[in-house]
């Protein structure tokens, strides 16, 4: 069955550096591909999103580019702030509406 | 995002109680779903309503009532819940069912149950 794995966090940066959080993705078909974010004590927010290969979501100075032949969804941002502090979902969408989620990614920027 | 509200934000019940989750939606979307998000694992999937008719149920114990009595309003009834069942329990919403239809979630509710 379709399936997501994500980078084990936690992860900590200084304010500034370059994030990325590596995921990979088993699944049959053409799945569509989402990062969703979620803030401490909040739901889940979509981040950004791609529907075919090759293309790139991006939101917030966050990009992801769908890689069909490396099954690759990673996350990655230029110059992380504090306020970027939260926990990262990959997920996928196959043929169905069902989402399949990562187990998650806690990211921490320090000041 | 006001999109996708849901009440309470935080419940304490114990496992005799009744209690129920509410969510409503106001991007005038015609499916819902109900998610739990537990400690140290994937978000599950637990119904899925299309049209107010629920259309899947993740072998979900029968201890989680759902009802949707229209598109915007969905409910999740809790009744001799067990401690494990102490989580974040989030709802979404998606313009319609299918695999292109991106799915907006609520804040959540977090549960405890003693």
């Known amino acids: 069955g379709n399936s997501v794995t994500q980078m084990e966090g936690p992860v900590t940066l200084s304010e500034e550096a370059f994030l990325t959080i590596n995921c990979t993705y088993t699944?049959?078909?053409?799945?569509?591909l989402f990062w969703y974010v979620q803030y401490p004590g909040e739901g889940l927010q979509l981040l950004l999103k791609?529907?075919?290969?090759?293309d790139k979501g991006s939101n917030k100075g966050f990009e992801a580019t769908y890689r069909k032949e490396t099954t690759s969804f990673h996350l990655e941002k230029g110059s992380v702030q504090v306020s970027d502090s939260a926990v990262y979902f990959c997920a996928l969408q196959g043929g169905s509406e069902k989402l399949v989620f990562g187990k998650g990614t806690k990211l921490t920027v320090n000041p | 995002e006001t999109g996708v509200t849901q009440t309470p934000r935080h419940l304490v019940m114990g496992m005799t109680n009744k209690k129920s989750l509410k969510c409503e939606q106001h991007l005038g979307h015609n499916a819902m779903y109900w998610y739990k998000q537990s400690a140290k694992k994937p978000l599950e999937l637990m119904f899925v309503y299309s049209l107010e008719e629920r259309v899947e149920n993740n072998s979900v114990p029968s201890r989680f009532s759902p009802e949707c009595p229209n598109s915007s309003h969905l409910f999740l009834h809790l009744h001799t819940l067990q401690p494990e069942d102490s989580a974040l329990y989030l709802c979404?919403?998606?313009?319609?069912?299918?695999?292109?239809?991106?799915?907006?979630f609520g804040p959540g509710t977090r549960l405890l149950v003693l």
């Open positions: 979404a919403s998606s313009p319609r069912r299918g695999s292109q239809e991106t799915q907006y």
């Open positions: 699944a049959t078909g053409y799945p569509s």
């Open positions: 791609a529907t075919k290969a090759d």
